[in-house]
């Protein structure tokens, strides 16, 4: 009978007669550093798919905003998160990269916002952004390392002010680029007076931060949001109430903000984008648990993103769900 048995397998095996949905999806996702938002938020997103479908086996990477586009062109990673301006930059080879990433796919856009965060301390004598650069005074401000959206788009709020890194350290002041967990303890410890950061409110890393030594986050003005608007960047805000240990939490504080996107290499295997994709539109309550930054996720704008071409799988869960001719 042993042999009975073992002889059918060997059949079937022979025969391919094993199911496709036995077949596994062993996937890695570039999200961002450790004690970020992406990070944390790929981890929520891997529990849910797997609970709807152990065939996935996703393990979760440190990356940047930055970096992620250029290790999925490269084939290092089959998923990412990135943001609109970098996923189409990437794809068309602008600024920053100098090559066209061919291979880049949109597999969901609009799962909330990640905004950029001024954080200073409560006492600060500076009032405002364009204050703090016009004194020219000594500052000490810090971000994530270069490779990131954070950086990235703290180097160009140093231009629009017509100011540098070496400017600052010039004057006596620092530019600290290390980790989120690492810029609070910065903060903290007096260090750093100034936490510029890229991340999906409330932040992990501004709540550590604000909580150990009281913030104001400042406002942008005017005419830096315009500048960023030029760059591919949106509109946005802190709304009121995000942050319990921030002194101007009572208002919304205006700022640029940038889409979460999740995006795949055209190599990952089709059927497994489709899963993928399927698990998170019909579950889109789950979704929004996930974290607060995706509590208004409409799968409407999960489509959207000018210029880059979607994943097949992607699209054939789009089409299935009617929100792609």
Excluded at 278 to 300: M, T
């Amino acid at each position: 009978m042993r042999r009975l048995t073992v002889l059918a397998l060997a059949v079937a095996l022979a025969l391919g007669a094993v199911p496709a949905d036995a077949q596994q999806y062993d996937l890695t996702w570039t999200a961002g550093q450790v004690g970020g938002g992406w990070y944390a938020q790929a981890g929520g997103f891997v529990e849910l798919v797997k609970s709807k479908s152990p065939k996935f086996n996703i393990k979760v990477v440190p990356g940047a905003g930055i970096q992620n586009m250029s290790k999925l062109q490269q084939g290092e990673t089959e998923i990412a998160w990135g943001l609109p301006p970098f996923v189409a930059a990437s794809y068309n080879g602008g600024d920053p990269y100098k090559d066209k990433h061919a291979d880049m796919r949109l597999v969901m856009n609009g799962l909330g916002f990640v905004h950029i965060q001024f954080g200073v301390p409560a006492d600060y004598p500076g009032k405002s952004i364009r204050e703090i650069f016009e004194k020219k005074g000594p500052i000490t401000i810090g971000t994530t390392p270069p490779g990131g959206s954070d950086e990235w788009v703290m180097r160009k709020v140093f231009e629009f002010y017509k100011t540098t890194y070496q400017d600052v350290r010039g004057r006596g002041g620092k530019v600290i680029l290390v980790s989120y967990s690492d810029l609070a303890t910065q903060y903290r410890d007096r260090n750093m007076d100034i936490f510029f950061a890229n991340l999906a409110v409330p932040g992990a890393a501004i709540q550590e931060a604000s909580l150990a030594r009281k913030m104001r986050i400042l406002p942008m003005d005017d005419d830096l949001i315009k500048f960023m608007e030029g760059l591919g960047l949106s509109r946005g805000k802190i709304p009121k109430g995000s942050y319990k240990d921030v002194v101007n939490n009572d208002v919304d504080i205006p700022t640029i903000a940038m889409a979460n996107t999740i995006v795949a290499n055209a190599k990952t295997p089709e059927q497994a984008v489709y899963e993928f994709t399927k698990i998170l539109l019909g579950n889109v309550d789950a979704v929004r648990k996930v974290h607060p930054a995706f509590k208004d996720f409409d799968p409407k704008d999960a489509v959207k993103l000018a210029n880059v071409p979607l994943h097949p799988g992607a699209a054939k869960a789009y089409r299935e769900a009617k929100l792609l001719n």
